[in-house]
């Protein structure tokens, strides 16, 4: 069955630092996610993309965040100069379809710590 | 503001008994919505989704309904199995744009 992947599935940083979350979506869906969701809290959106470009973005979405799709089949989040409260886990989402066709397909998300 | 609210304590029951969670939302007017079941440092994985103009589906095991007067929807899972332990989340489209604004999640523990 197709899944979402990402990786890395842990990854440590110190404050400061940038972090690349790559993710290979299911690969005839149309649209991309990412979403967080910080240790005993909701999962949170971040962004949507589609047709190379971000279609949607939240509020928690700043000049720190960044999506690309490079090639065919990644999509990745980077995150410039991490801060401590940008620990938590991150899950890539896609889906075949736009508004109202149906579910997203989650990965099994990458876990970022800031120290 | 826009708020989602599940119940907001775990749930524990016997095996083969039927849980029922809750999902109540206030100032949103979803075309849809859906339901997620959690693991716990996994993915949510979706299980099903309900319209506006949907009062009932169902999925094997799985119920939910969906009352856009009162503004809430229930999930049920009958006969009960501990493989069902889980978390269980739900989920609003606000603005029928994929931007899913998730519920906190009901823990479900299935007793054996």
């Known amino acids: 069955e197709p899944e979402v992947t990402q990786t890395p599935s842990h990854q440590v940083t110190q404050m400061g630092q940038e972090v690349i979350l790559r993710c290979v979506p299911i690969s005839n869906h149309l649209y991309f996610y990412w979403y967080r969701q910080i240790l005993g809290q909701k999962v949170e959106f971040l962004v949507s993309?589609?047709?190379?470009?971000?279609?949607?973005k939240s509020e928690i979405f700043d000049d720190q965040f960044s999506v690309e799709r490079p090639d065919g089949s990644n999509f990745t989040l980077k995150i410039r100069s991490t801060k401590l409260e940008d620990s938590a886990m991150y899950f890539c989402?896609?889906?075949?379809?736009?508004?109202?066709?149906?579910?997203?397909?989650f990965g099994e998300g990458s876990r970022l710590t800031v120290l | 503001s826009q708020k989602i609210e599940q119940n907001s304590e775990a749930l524990n029951i016997q095996e083969g008994k039927t849980a029922t969670l809750t999902c109540n939302y206030t100032n949103y007017s979803p075309a849809y919505l859906q339901w997620y079941r959690q693991d716990p440092g996994r993915g949510p994985v979706f299980l099903l989704l309900?319209?506006?103009?949907?009062k009932e589906k169902r999925k094997e095991r799985l119920k939910v309904t969906f009352d856009t007067t009162l503004k809430q929807s229930l999930f049920h899972i009958t006969a009960s199995q501990p493989a069902d332990s889980a978390t269980y989340l739900c989920a609003l489209d606000p603005s029928d744009d994929y931007k899913l604004s998730f519920g906190a999640g009901t823990t479900v523990t299935v007793r054996a």
């Open positions: 309900i319209r506006e103009n949907e």
């Open positions: 989402a896609s889906s075949p379809g736009g508004r109202s066709t149906g579910e997203l397909f």
């Open positions: 993309f589609y047709n190379n470009e971000i279609s949607e």
